[in-house]
């Protein structure tokens, strides 16, 4: 399925033990358009990290609920 990167920006990131964080960014491939990896925002004890999140670690997108399910 199709989403337009708007769809995605500010989403929050769900792993199986809850929220890990929200997208701020996407690369995307120049020649084919195609998103190479989501910057993800990850609150941890130093601070916020930004983390990269790979298209082929994404299970689920519900862009109603602005939830990405990682696992």
């Given at each position: 399925?199709?989403?337009?990167?708007?769809?995605?920006?500010?989403?929050?990131?769900?792993?199986?033990?809850?929220?890990?964080g929200?997208?701020?960014?996407?690369?995307?491939?120049?020649?084919?358009?195609?998103?190479?990896?989501?910057?993800?925002?990850?609150?941890?004890?130093?601070?916020?990290?930004?983390?990269?999140?790979?298209?082929?670690?994404?299970?689920?997108?519900?862009?109603?609920?602005?939830c990405?399910?990682?696992?």
């Amino acid at each position: 399925m199709f989403h337009t990167l708007v769809d995605l920006i500010e989403s929050s990131v769900l792993a199986n033990d809850g929220v890990v964080g929200h997208v701020v960014d996407a690369y995307v491939d120049d020649r084919t358009w195609a998103i190479r990896y989501l910057v993800v925002v990850v609150a941890g004890p130093d601070g916020n990290k930004e983390m990269v999140c790979f298209p082929e670690a994404i299970t689920d997108i519900d862009v109603e609920e602005g939830c990405i399910r990682v696992g």
